[in-house]
């Protein structure tokens, strides 16, 4: 049976090139990058080296690049460093105007960025979640409109990871810093990072979040960009590693195997988006026009190559993923982090789909090992998969 | 030249059981855990699989078992989420009879745990940091005396990290429980993992912490074990990972590495533990009898097996390090976490060392690939250098 796995947002195969790199900080090149002597000191400085081909993909300087064990750990720390920093006064909330410190948010964020929003609002921060077209884009007039007084942080996303919509991220951060320069822009640019420009000077960031497993790394390595002198509090204290701002032995083989991962990236990331695009764009003709009332989610042109998420009416995506999978075919309905609950997806139901329409849903992701002959076998075998599952439906909405 | 690595205690090598197992998860194996597809389902059993190897390692249930990316991620999660639940109250502290919150730890515990206790401080906590004696054991009944309405948290180290030294955990949860049974107890156990009974129930603890870098898996991956029903709250929001309780896509191929270390260990731990005791005898007599005016740093008796800190008069510590790391010998002064600055030692300070003796402190840390013919090499390297080192100094103390 064919193999076809379109789950790269989910997470992508480790590149051979980078378990390569890897390989030898397990065994031989073991030491503590902490240790004084020779075998620490060479250990230091590969995870300097590392960090310096971070700095540059990010064109950032390499003291402002934390490596974290995951973009959520990094999405967390930024959100509550900056609470902390800006929002408390030892054991106080510090009140401005009598008000409590707010963030600004959208509503269709990762759960990483929600999740630690609202706990914040449990700690008694205000948090605002903004509402989303049905485009799937954030509008910077809806950001700036949203800044008040007591405002200390924005979080906005690069790319949402189920739709794959890009958002005006310069944009956005140009707006945010018109109206007070005070307040810290964070993005997520997790699903950004394998396709799109990441440099955080043009972006406008303080902050930003990658994740490793995202671009042929491996899971358990994030980082962390913080811009000098944004305030901010580290979140894990201990020993003095990655300039006292991340505590915690540095995880070194993943290190090296990021700096590898991004290395590989840089080399061919405008080829690969040229690519993947035409694949895309062969796999949303083919399923608009081979699959009836099927829809694409999200702004079909502001779009990272690499994702495509439909609704397709009158079906439970669940059903259609486990079919797809009994012919090798690997996709998912909507973010690996959310599955396993039966809550409809609220990426889609921010864009204003009802729980139905989102409960048919469907992300596609390519990456760098998808071929045309795989686009041909989805739109081979997803219509008749379709077509059966809606004829055994009892409603037949379709 | 021959290479002797005697810094066990600052990270270990991965074995190659453990590179071996690991490899798949990079390629082959890469899903993610949460996906719904027969690839993620796969990796979602090992992963279940590898709880259930860590959660039979400390008898404990697989749900307690949460796997993290180090143990100072699991300090800072353990101690700030119970001062969170316990301690606040939405925005505010929750006073108890009209003072703060309190927590009670050690005055030599690793960094993590004291970092994390200051930055609770900064936040209106209370902390009592509990005298050491020069034995460096800390007393079940100073616990118990610094007890009061208030403690909602106690944490105390297995074994300290410089000197070796064993506490005795039993004895002191029993006497914290017996003296308020909601108090929690938490215990750093990464120095104690490789030679000690670590089964949660005879330790009477509540919260326990691993590193896997200590017991020959790879930097990068720690355990936090929580007791059911204990009062505490994640801090690690986003996705449903590890129980709802510590979000992120799981470290896979770590994860996996980690149980087969433990496998490993499981089966020579007893018989190590013997032949690293009768090396590290060897090594202790040797520098006792053969480096005039040298001491062991705290009891001889109630000692992990793999570590020996001597006090040397009339020499630096770092001076005698990179003399022996020019005759391939890599020791430390004490913690790797701690290296770079030129702060006396913590932990030997709080055993009533002065500073000057603290500078002059060397750690010996054993591992399963030490041999006698590397405390024969020690022995014959070490005490020229010392001779010629209190030759160099200008104040010829000794």
């Known amino acids: 049976m064919r193999f076809v796995y379109l789950d790269y947002a989910a997470t992508t195969p480790v590149e051979p090139e980078v378990v390569e790199a890897m390989r030898p900080y397990f065994t031989e090149k073991f030491g503590n990058p902490s240790s004084v002597y020779t075998l620490g000191q060479e250990i230091r400085a590969a995870v300097d080296q590392s960090r310096r081909v971070v700095a540059d993909f990010l064109g950032a300087k390499s003291k402002e690049i934390l490596f974290t064990s995951c973009a959520t750990e990094s999405i967390n720390s930024a959100i509550k460093g900056v609470a902390e920093a800006k929002g408390r006064e030892g054991g106080r909330l510090k009140l401005i105007n009598g008000q409590p410190p707010h963030i600004i948010t959208s509503a269709f964020e990762h759960h990483a960025v929600l999740h630690t929003c609202q706990h914040l609002q449990r700690l008694g921060f205000e948090v605002t979640y903004l509402p ?15 800044i008040k007084e007591q405002t200390i942080l924005v979080a906005i996303m690069y790319v949402n990871n189920e739709i794959g919509t890009i958002q005006p991220i310069s944009e956005i951060s140009k707006a945010v810093k018109e109206k007070n320069k005070n307040v810290v ?17 043009s972006l406008g960031v303080d902050m930003l979040a990658l994740a490793g497993h995202k671009i042929y790394a491996p899971k358990g390595i994030g980082v962390l960009y913080v811009r000098s002198r944004t305030p ?24 090296i195997g990021l ?30 026009r081979n699959v009836p009332n099927s829809h694409l989610n999200g702004s079909r042109e ?25 012919q090798g075919i690997y996709v998912s309905t909507g973010s690996a982090c959310s599955s396993g609950t039966l809550e409809p997806s609220h990426v889609l139901t921010a864009l204003g789909l009802s729980p139905e329409t989102a409960h048919g849903s469907l992300r596609f992701s390519l990456g760098r090992h998808t071929s045309p002959e795989d686009m041909d076998y989805v739109l081979e075998v997803l219509p008749p998969i379709i077509q059966r599952l809606r004829e055994m439906s009892p409603t037949k909405q379709i």
């Open 132 to 146: 989303v077209n049905s485009d799937g884009i954030i509008k910077a007039c809806d950001v700036e409109s949203a």
């Open 232 to 255: 901010w509090i580290p979140q894990q204290d201990g020993g003095g590693q990655e300039y006292r701002s991340r505590a915690g032995t540095e995880n070194v083989p993943y290190i």
């Open 185 to 201: 822009f964070f993005t997520d640019a997790v699903q950004g990072a394998g396709y799109l420009d990441c440099q955080v000077d």
């Open 259 to 288: 700096a590898k991962a991004v290395e590989l990236l840089k080399k061919d990331q405008e080829e690969l988006g040229k690519k993947i695009t035409q694949l895309r764009d062969k796999l949303v003709d083919g399923v608009l």
């Open 302 to 326: 502001n779009r990272v190559p690499n994702i495509a998420s439909f609704s397709i009416e009158g079906v439970e995506g669940e059903s259609v993923l486990l079919m797809l999978d009994r």
